[in-house]
C-alpha cells in the first residue's frame, strides 16, 4: 500500500499567518491527492482535489500544489475558522490512504 | 445539497457484529459511489472499503478483507456495512462518504460526508 507522510504533525500559527503542510507519498501518485479539513467531532470537508483544485465553496485563501510524491496545501491569511486538523488523501489505484494529519493550533 | 444520514451509535461486545447503515435525506444512493472509513479515537482516518452502487462492484481494503461485508439495499436507498469478529481496537467513529462525480472507481476524493457513527467495543 501506498503511504501518506504528513509534516508537521502539529503547527502553531497566528490569525494572519501564512501556513504550509507538506505530504509525500511512498511512490508516485501523479497528481492523484485530495486534502480535508476537519473540525473536532466532526466529518471531514473536502478542500482541494487532483492536487490543486479548489473544491466549491472553498476559500481562495487555501491552495494546493505539487504532484509525484510531494505536495503543499497552504493557507495565506488564516483565519479564526481554519484552526483545525487538516488530511491528505491519495487516491490512485483501487485503494485509498490518508496522511496521519496536521493539527493547526492557535499560538 | 445531497446529505448523506448514517445509523445510530452502537455498543458491542467483543466478538459480536456490528451494522452501520447510510443513507441520502431523500431520494435514493443509485449511481454514487459510496466509500467507509473509520476513525479511532485520537487518530487518523483509515479508508475499510466502497460499492460502486451502479455495477454492484465492492473493493475492500486488504486490511477488513473477510472481516467486513459491504452492501446495498435492493432500491439502493441505504449502503450498509457489517463489521464481524469485533476486537477493543475497532472503537471508532465510522463514516460513509460520497466519491465525488465524475470519479468511477472507490479511489477517488469525497466530497460529502455522513456525520459519523461511533461504534464502542466493550466487555
Known amino acids: 500500500d501506498i503511504e501518506m507522510t504528513q509534516s508537521p504533525s502539529t503547527l502553531s500559527a497566528s490569525v494572519g499567518d501564512r501556513v504550509t503542510i507538506t505530504c509525500r507519498a511512498s511512490?508516485?501518485?501523479?497528481?492523484?491527492l485530495a486534502w480535508y479539513q476537519q473540525k473536532p467531532g466532526k466529518a471531514p470537508q473536502l478542500l482541494i482535489y487532483?492536487?490543486?483544485t479548489l473544491e466549491s465553496g472553498v476559500p481562495l485563501r487555501f491552495s494546493g500544489s505539487g504532484s509525484g510524491t510531494e505536495f503543499t496545501l497552504t493557507i495565506t491569511n488564516l483565519q479564526p475558522d481554519d484552526f483545525a486538523t487538516y488530511f491528505c488523501?491519495?487516491?490512485?489505484?483501487?485503494?485509498?490512504?490518508f496522511g496521519g494529519g496536521t493539527k493547526v493550533e492557535i499560538k | 445539497q445531497v446529505q448523506l444520514v448514517q445509523s445510530g451509535g452502537e455498543v458491542k461486545k467483543p466478538g459480536s457484529s456490528v451494522k452501520v447503515s447510510c443513507r441520502t435525506s431523500?431520494?435514493?444512493?443509485?449511481?454514487?459511489?459510496i466509500n467507509w472509513m473509520r476513525q479511532a479515537p485520537g487518530h487518523g482516518l483509515e479508508w475499510m472499503g466502497g460499492?460502486?452502487?451502479?455495477?454492484?462492484?465492492?473493493d475492500y481494503a486488504q486490511k477488513f478483507e473477510g472481516r467486513i461485508r459491504i452492501s446495498a439495499d435492493e432500491d439502493v436507498r441505504t449502503v450498509s456495512m457489517v463489521v464481524n469478529s469485533l476486537r477493543s481496537e475497532d472503537t471508532a467513529v465510522y463514516y460513509c462518504?460520497?466519491?465525488?462525480?465524475?470519479?468511477?472507481?472507490?479511489?477517488?476524493?469525497?466530497?460529502?460526508w455522513g456525520k459519523g457513527t461511533t461504534v464502542t467495543v466493550s466487555s
Open positions: 462518504a460520497r466519491v465525488r462525480d465524475p470519479c468511477r472507481s472507490v479511489s477517488c476524493a469525497m466530497d460529502v
Open positions: 431523500g431520494g435514493t444512493l443509485s449511481g454514487y459511489i
Open positions: 460499492i460502486i452502487t451502479s455495477f454492484g462492484r465492492i
Open positions: 511512490q508516485s501518485i501523479s497528481s492523484w
Open positions: 487532483k492536487a490543486s
Open positions: 488523501q491519495h487516491y490512485n489505484s483501487y485503494s485509498l490512504t
